[in-house]
């Protein structure tokens, strides 16, 4: 093995000894190590610019990389892992959102399928309604025309018949009649009652409204006196007496004083026979209603 010194490049024999031979032969010679302080320090500046060197341009480089790489893969894995959670947030969000259209579109359903049940049975309850009511307007129309033309027959027919019974009674009127008459007429006051009497004794006394006396027939003098006289035995103070004929009245005469009256005539009894029908008319179509 070759050992050589070598310092700052100096090669020199009187300087570079062989250690090998230093070493064999120790008790000849004492060893002695050159130390060059200069060198050792150069070596160390070296060693340490080197190290610099490294780092600036071959190490901190790679470990900047290598930093920037894994804050890359950090911050990929930063958003992917937010992406994820995004999605899954908009995933469950859009399930949620699906749940509720579902629960809505069938609540809507039902309510929809409810309403149209409803405006159904609305629309058919007012048709049937509107129904009836025409049924009934109808039928309440053709019973008033029913009745009208039943009422214009019963009318027609009653007046027809009052007439002929006029008719008849006038014919059938002769003196033998006008006797009867006055003696009814004299026998209704001879029958007056006390409330008639005042009443006639009031009229009586006043001169505006005389007292009058109607028949359908043109009454003697000794008529007129019969009835004159019975009168005063009933109206001792009255002051005048009027006689009239009234071709209105068949077979019939009558006293007459300011709404007050005594009388007989066949009209009453058919005035009274009308009224009757009448009623019995009204009676008969109101219960038809």
Not at 70 to 89: F, G, K, N, P, Y
Not at 128 to 144: I, N
Not at 222 to 235: A, D, H, K, M, R
Request: include cysteine; aromatic fraction near 6%.
């Amino acid at each position: 093995m070759c050992c050589h010194l070598l310092l700052c490049r100096r090669d020199d024999s009187a300087v570079c000894q062989s250690l090998l031979e230093l070493y064999r032969r120790p008790n000849q010679w004492r060893l002695t190590v050159l130390f060059d302080w200069f060198t050792f320090a150069a070596q160390i500046i070296n060693f340490l610019i080197l190290m610099w060197l490294l780092k600036r341009f071959l190490y901190q480089p790679v470990l900047n990389a290598i930093d920037a790489r894994e804050q890359h893969i950090v911050d990929v894995l930063s958003q992917t892992e937010a992406s994820q959670r995004q999605a899954a947030e908009q995933q469950a969000l859009l399930l949620q959102k699906n749940a509720a259209f579902d629960n809505d579109k069938t609540a809507m359903f039902a309510q929809v399928k409810d309403q149209a049940a409803v405006q159904l049975k609305l629309q058919l309850d007012c048709a049937q309604q509107e129904v009836q009511s025409k049924r009934k307007q109808w039928l309440k129309t053709l019973r008033e025309e029913q009745q009208a033309l039943a009422l214009s027959i019963y009318q027609r027919t009653r007046q027809a018949v009052m007439k002929l019974t006029r008719q008849v009674l006038t014919d059938l009127s002769d003196s033998d009649m006008e006797i009867q008459m006055v003696k009814v007429l004299t026998q209704r006051i001879s029958a007056m009652t006390q409330e008639q009497r005042i009443q006639f004794t009031q009229i009586s006394a006043d001169k505006n409204h005389p007292l009058i006396v109607k028949c359908a027939f043109i009454l003697s003098p000794e008529q007129q006196s019969e009835i004159t006289q019975v009168l005063l035995t009933q109206l001792p103070n009255h002051s005048e007496l009027t006689f009239m004929q009234d071709a209105n009245l068949i077979g019939g005469i009558e006293l007459l004083g300011n709404g007050s009256k005594i009388s007989w005539n066949i009209t009453d009894y058919l005035s009274e026979l009308d009224l009757n029908i009448e009623h019995l008319l009204d009676h008969k179509f109101r219960s038809q209603e």
